[in-house]
């Protein structure tokens, strides 16, 4: 046996990974091998599942581009490589390393929805989200600007879980549709039974409040601007200032002092809303000190729910709004850790694709207990043994 071969072994067993066996097929693997395979079988050298494997590892470690994804499977010790389900030369027992137009070319055709459903699948069942209780679900999009010119960029749009960080589903907004048409496909093949979705005045739609209540008994909180303008001056004509604030938190950092301040006024009677279900009002109002302006600015936001007084608390509702701009930090994370906005690849399915591994890699991140992203992937790519215990295939 080679040197590097004993060294592999070693380290494996020292890293908890044991070899894998025919009874044993990891999750992952049998999640992507739900994918089907847009190659000709005719020359197939890679088994989708295992390239796909090998490529969520590797962004977990910190890869953004293809060629990177390649590069760090190129290094992967032996134990690492076979884990991942990835390919050996029937004859001499050689690694085949995957090129890049390989991965191009599966990233490019495969069907990305179905690649979506798979990891999100497998994501909810690790973090034994299935069937859980009452979980708060917030709705956003993101456009990936390198991925075509103006107008012709790829958007998705996505639902993540506010307590865990993770994405639960993504979906396409093509040229020839919006958010707002592909709001119940994206929420529709989840359990949403006893959750609360929250989700920005985009999708302050009539139709989304009762379907999210008649159709999948799930709760809402939705801000209003004045996209909805009969219902923003309802709302905002509300007493607030007879109304007490019932919540305020203060916090300090990055250069800003903000104060938040929550009121909430039941809406029955001579103070319902024309909206479906909605029974409360919210408005929070943020006043910001910038240090380096030495400035105070106010912003007020206005929200509605379905949820009484009594089914929802003003700290739960402060924090599912707060929550909710979770968004922000993952779109963040993968705009400047992983470079997203600066990709120009724009073949097919590719741009969607690499979004998902993104999604999949901060997703299994958060489940790990990491809230810094950065340190954690450079961490990874010094030791691939530690993005196979993430991923579950130890």
Known sequence: MEASSLIDGLSARLCGVSPLSEQDTP??????????????????????????????????????????????????????????GATRDAFTGARRVPDDSTVSRVL?????????AAVCRWLLGRAGLAG???????????????????????????????????????????????EISRFVPLLDGLDLAGAIITADALHTQREHARWLVEEKKAGYVFVVKRNQPRLYRQVKALPWAKIPALDETRDRGHGRYDIRELQAVTCLGALALDFPYAVQALRIRR????????RWSTITVY??????????????????????????????????????????????????????LRNTAISLLRLDGVTSIAPALRRNGRDPYRSLRILGLT
């Open 287 to 294: 006043r910001r000190y910038n240090m380096a302006t030495d």
């Open 132 to 178: 859980a209780g009452r979980r708060v679900i917030a709705v956003d999009g993101k456009t990936l600007r390198g991925s075509g010119p103006a107008g012709a960029q790829v958007h998705l749009l996505a639902a993540l879980d506010q307590a865990e960080q993770i994405v639960l589903a993504q979906i396409d907004v093509d040229g020839k549709t919006n």
């Open 27 to 84: 999750g992952l693997l049998q999640a992507l091998a739900q994918v089907p395979d847009p190659r000709d079988p005719r020359g197939r050298i890679h088994p989708l599942p295992g390239l796909l494997a090998m490529a969520i590892a590797a962004v977990v470690s910190g890869s953004s581009r293809v060629v990177e994804i390649v590069e760090w499977a190129a290094d992967l010790p032996d134990v690492v490589w076979d884990r991942l």
């Open 108 to 116: 490019t055709g495969i069907d990305a929805d179905a690649l979506d």
């Open 303 to 356: 929200a509605i729910t379905n949820l009484t007084a009594a089914q929802a608390d003003p700290d739960e509702l402060t924090g599912w709004l707060r929550g909710h701009w979770a968004f922000e930090v993952l779109h963040h994370i993968r705009d400047t850790t992983y470079r997203e906005d600066a990709s120009r690849l724009r073949t097919g399915n590719a741009p969607r694709a690499l979004a998902t």
